[in-house]
């Protein structure tokens, strides 16, 4: 029972990372694409400057949650994706780095490297966890002690390429919705210009991800040609974004994007459960919610914290966006 519990609650953390960190790295893959001159790119930076370090909380939480209440998933994940994962913090460190640097000088040069920086280390962590969720459902080379036994290229294939990609153009669409609601004026224009072309792409190539996972994964032994409510639901939302956008409701569009990376990512989680990682030597030697979580009387204490602090955390969150909820304009205080 809070072996269940736990899973769906570090479901419900990737669920809110990549939620509010989808619109995060999206704005900064835009940055210096949309952003014409250091003002305008100073407004875009601005918009998820007061929430884009506490998006990164998410993340943080979910892997100390799988740390305490799966210890040996933790084990596994973290040394088998070690370069993945390295790659990854890297990345998050220079973006992080770059939000707060490239201000400090009035140099032109200065601040379009710092972009740069920002526009990379938006783009390679949303890549590598496409990678990281398709071999999740994919299935990975796991021995009988639960160690992984690949390599870092086990990792690359099609089928997890194409995955990165979908979350690439996914976040891309999110982050251009999100910066129609934040901006005005020719900002606004050109973001919403770029989630019109960016959806069409994203919706082809999500399909063709949906398609290979019928291949690749155990997606259609498991529910047969249906792939189940949640995802057709997903790929439902995906598809009315361009009809909200050419409508003028922006604000529905961005709800749309949002509910189809939750109910995505609540996709890939059903389809592991019980398995928490999928050994593609013998399925016997799969790690799940029971060989994988800790003593009873861990999660037993961990519960009782969590539904202790989590409430206080959300209405936090909750606040700090209600606070910030204004557009942001070139002749506001820009602090990035």
Do not use: C
């Not at 202790?308 to 820009?334: E, G, N, S």
Request: net charge neutral; glycine share 8%; hydrophobic share 55%.
């Amino acid at each position: 029972m809070l072996e269940t519990l736990w899973f769906i609650l570090i479901t419900v953390l990737f669920v809110g990372f990549f939620f509010l960190e989808g619109f995060d790295f999206g704005v900064g893959m835009l940055t210096p694409l949309i952003g014409k001159t250091d003002t305008e790119r100073r407004v875009l930076i601005n918009t998820i400057g007061p929430v884009w370090d506490g998006n990164e909380v998410w993340l943080i939480t979910a892997g100390g949650a799988m740390f305490a209440a799966f210890p040996n998933w933790y084990a596994t994940l973290f040394s088998g994706f070690y370069m993945a994962l390295f790659l990854m913090l890297l990345a998050l460190i220079g973006r992080g780095v770059a939000f707060e640097f490239r201000s400090k000088l009035a140099n032109t040069k200065w601040r379009s490297t710092w972009d740069w920086v920002i526009f990379f280390g938006s783009l390679l962590p949303a890549l590598l966890w496409g990678v990281a969720l398709a071999n999740l459902m994919k299935g990975v080379p796991i021995d009988e002690n639960m160690n992984y036994v690949g390599s870092f290229w086990d990792l690359i294939s099609l089928y997890s390429v194409t995955a990165g990609v979908s979350i690439v153009l996914l976040f891309v669409l999110h982050g251009a919705l999100f910066l129609s609601l934040k901006t005005e004026g020719v900002l606004r224009d050109r973001a919403r210009a770029v989630a019109l072309k960016i959806g069409k792409w994203t919706s082809a190539v999500l399909l063709l991800f949906v398609v290979l996972s019928y291949f690749e994964t155990d997606m259609f032994t498991a529910n047969g040609l249906s792939p189940g409510m949640v995802p057709i639901l997903a790929g439902m939302a995906l598809l009315s974004v361009h009809f909200f956008i050419k409508a003028g409701r922006d604000g529905w569009a961005f709800i749309m994007t949002g509910a189809t990376i939750v109910l995505s990512t609540v996709t890939v989680f059903m389809l592991l459960f019980p398995n928490v990682m999928i050994s593609s030597l013998n399925p016997e030697w799969s790690l799940t919610i029971y060989n994988a979580a800790s003593n009873t009387y861990t999660l037993e204490v961990m519960t009782i914290v969590a539904l202790t602090v989590l409430p206080f955390v959300l209405a936090y969150q909750a606040w700090t966006y209600w606070v910030f909820r204004k557009r942001i304009r070139a002749t506001d205080h820009l602090d990035y």
